[in-house]
């Protein structure tokens, strides 16, 4: 059962616009969420992260939300730039160890 | 700089032909982990070394085994290659559990093919 999803495998977006990427969950006992951005032949890096008992994290452009009673976070890009464009990837985990649960990631394109 | 460094960047095997891909750190990270991409599918952790200590996925094929040799060094072992184990293998590290809060750091993965 794959317990994040992220439902868009693709989001096309204009440069200086926003971008919203979504994921959505159904454990219960995930306390901590995470994106990660990952271009063509490197590995995933870190971008953002929110614990559970915030609803809003932002580093600069990147803000993430999250929705508990919805079991949804999203990942807002604000303004969007042609760099921006990769895959993104949702993870979230829970106390039981240090695992992180993937989604399936959504690519992002900004055009110019 | 410390980063996590995956050799080869691209390995093809032939079906049932043992393999070993490897991961080397210079974070002195305590936890390294494995995980296996396929297309356009999420990555799915197939075990991880806390210190010494291995953690095993419980659907994670027998097929797959890992050594860690030292805190630096980590391997993934393939024992008899099939068709379905072509994928991105990508590994990761973290301190402690910070990961769940800090992110792990990735290599850049190893790409196999097997024919």
């Known amino acids: 059962d794959q317990q994040v999803k992220q439902n868009s495998p693709s989001l096309s977006v204009q440069e200086g616009r926003i971008s919203i990427l979504n994921c959505d969950y159904t454990?219960?006992?995930?306390?901590?969420f995470l994106w990660y951005k990952k271009y063509p032949a490197e590995g995933p890096t870190f971008l953002i992260s929110i614990s559970s008992i915030k609803d809003k994290n932002e580093d600069g452009r990147f803000t993430v939300f999250l929705n508990k009673s919805a079991k949804h976070l999203s990942l807002h890009i604000v303004p969007s730039q042609p760099g921006d464009s990769a895959v993104y990837f949702c993870a979230a985990s829970d106390d039981s160890g240090s695992r992180l649960t993937f989604g399936e990631g959504t690519q992002l394109t900004v055009n110019p | 700089d410390a980063m996590v460094i995956q050799n080869p960047r691209y390995q093809v095997t032939q079906f049932g032909k043992p393999v070993t891909l490897s991961c080397s750190q210079t974070?002195?990270?305590?936890?390294m982990y494995w995980y296996q991409q396929k297309s356009s599918q999420a990555p799915k952790l197939l075990f991880h070394?806390?210190?010494?200590?291995?953690?095993n996925e419980a659907d994670t094929p027998d097929n797959f085994q890992s050594r860690r040799p030292n805190t630096s060094f980590c391997f993934l072992d393939i024992r008899s290659p099939g068709l379905g184990d072509a994928a991105m293998y990508l590994c990761a590290t973290s301190r402690d559990r910070a990961g769940r809060l800090f992110g792990y750091t990735f290599g850049s993965g190893t790409r196999l093919t097997v024919v």
């Open positions: 070394y806390y210190d010494k200590d291995f953690n």
């Open positions: 454990n219960s006992m995930f306390d901590y």
């Open positions: 974070l002195n990270h305590n936890v």
